[in-house]
């Protein structure tokens, strides 16, 4: 079956970096896009960031964009999310997700915390 | 680009039927049929309900449909059962430069 299990979440300053990763297995994961979705505490989901397949086309929401960088590891069957210049607002739960490439999401992994605070 | 609009609550007692509208513009709900729907429980991931306006995945219940006009779709879900209280979320491709773009959240609540 289908899994995406995320980590690397935690307790970061503001300014500082974090490094979320999410490993997928149960589907080949080379054949399909993947995205970072986030949830403030509380609050709505907030797409984050797209990666096609290869890796060739990446997308990133304005709010993330020079900060965050996504990538992946088709030989791990793993997903990055490197995120940088931290702010108090980036706090949230991080969810992958795996992209139908029909703009939805059909698979999400239970997510990780990341919390920005001095 | 703004959140879609939906409404903060929505309630109904067991077995009647809930509409839940997801309000857009012509630039994601209104200009395309990628709009899908979530699901999401207290503490839980969002599940996958509806995809492209109207189809659903295959093991959700088909007591949860989807609908499309003009600018805003609708997520209906008949039969309402207490599982079914949870927050929904709708979401759009967008043709601006976010390309997704989710709604604001409703949580249904049973009576």
């Known amino acids: 079956q289908v899994q995406l299990v995320e980590s690397g979440g935690g307790l970061v300053k503001p300014g500082g970096s974090l490094r979320l990763s999410c490993a997928a297995s149960g589907f080949t994961f080379s054949d399909y896009y993947m995205s970072w979705i986030r949830q403030a505490p509380g609050k709505g989901l907030e797409w984050v960031s797209y990666i096609s397949s290869s890796g060739s086309t990446i997308y990133y929401a304005d709010s993330v964009k020079g900060r965050f960088t996504i990538s992946r590891d088709n030989a791990k069957n793993s997903l990055y999310l490197q995120m940088n210049s931290l702010r108090a607002e980036d706090t949230a739960v991080y969810y992958c997700?795996?992209?139908?490439?029909?703009?939805?999401?059909?698979?999400w992994g239970q997510g990780t915390l990341v919390t920005v605070s001095s | 680009q703004s959140a879609l609009t939906q409404p903060a609550s929505v309630s109904g007692s067991p077995g009647q039927s809930i509409t839940i509208s997801c309000t857009g513009t012509s630039s994601d709900v209104g200009g395309y049929n990628y709009v899908s729907w979530y699901q999401q429980h207290p503490g839980k991931a969002p599940k996958l309900m509806i995809y492209e306006v109207s189809n659903r995945p295959s093991g959700v219940s088909n007591r949860f449909s989807g609908s499309k006009s003009g600018n805003t779709a609708s997520l209906t879900i008949s039969g309402l059962q207490a599982e079914d209280e949870a927050d929904y979320y709708c979401s759009s491709y967008t043709s601006s430069s976010t390309f997704y773009v989710f709604g604001t959240g409703t949580k249904v609540t049973v009576l």
């Open positions: 997700a795996r992209d139908s490439s029909g703009w939805y999401w059909d698979y």
